[in-house]
């Protein structure tokens, strides 16, 4: 009982801190632009992410991440992260230059608008990824991820939590384990908290939990 109890706890004081956070990100996000992306815009301006992230957002390559199905304001998010330096990847940071507000919400609003193509996750490694996703770490003081980005994985648009469900594992592998070591801080704005569960996890819990939200569909 008095895991089940601190669990809870620590799914409680995690949701309300998170969206306290969110709130307000999502505030300045809000003042910040009132621009709206064009689906029809976005296919055309999309032709160069089509060659890592596929045309429709779905990657065939592990280590590039899905973006069909996903969140427009997240993709928005990421794209000026990558413009401004606050996330860093050599490729991505030439490509961002290069659009305009504008030209980010149109090409987000188009892989929004994509079909995500489903994945099954390592039977070996559901039991374990289940378990974290769902229960979190007690023990360790990690929340569960289903607090912020829900039973499906379908995230939290307004509150800034992305879409997880169907994403490469070796893609979630390394964006956790760049949390973990601090490269990524693209959370700054949400309490660090994808830094504050990462730190606290092992490499086969990461490595479970990326496989069970790939299969997540």
């Known amino acids: 009982m008095a895991t089940k109890n601190t669990a809870r706890y620590l799914w409680l004081s995690f949701v309300l801190s998170g969206s306290l956070a969110a709130v307000s990100a999502g505030a300045q996000e809000g003042a910040a632009s009132t621009l709206v992306g064009s689906v029809d815009a976005g296919r055309a301006k999309s032709a160069t992410c089509a060659a890592c992230h596929g045309v429709d957002g779905n990657s065939v390559t592990p280590d590039w991440p899905m973006l069909a199905g996903q969140h427009a304001a997240y993709i928005v998010r990421q794209l000026q992260a990558f413009k401004d330096g606050e996330r860093t990847d050599v490729t991505m940071k030439p490509f961002a230059d290069m659009l305009s507000e504008q030209d980010m919400h149109d090409v987000a609003a188009y892989f929004e608008a994509q079909t995500p193509t489903p994945k099954g996750a390592d039977p070996a ?12 770490v007690p023990a360790r ?3 569960a991820c289903i607090a912020c980005h829900g039973p499906e994985g379908t995230g939290n648009p307004l509150a800034a939590y992305p ?6 594992a070796a893609y979630t592998t390394k964006q956790l384990n760049a949390y973990r070591t601090g490269d990524r801080r693209s959370d700054v704005e949400l309490n660090q908290m994808m830094r504050n569960v990462a730190e606290q996890l092992f490499e086969d ?12 569909n």
């Open 125 to 136: 490694l559901v039991g374990l990824g289940q378990q974290i996703y769902r229960g979190g």
């Open 163 to 168: 879409r997880i469900s169907g994403q490469h």
């Open 141 to 143: 003081n990690v929340a």
């Open 205 to 216: 819990e990461i490595r479970a939990l990326a496989s069970y939200v790939q299969g997540l």
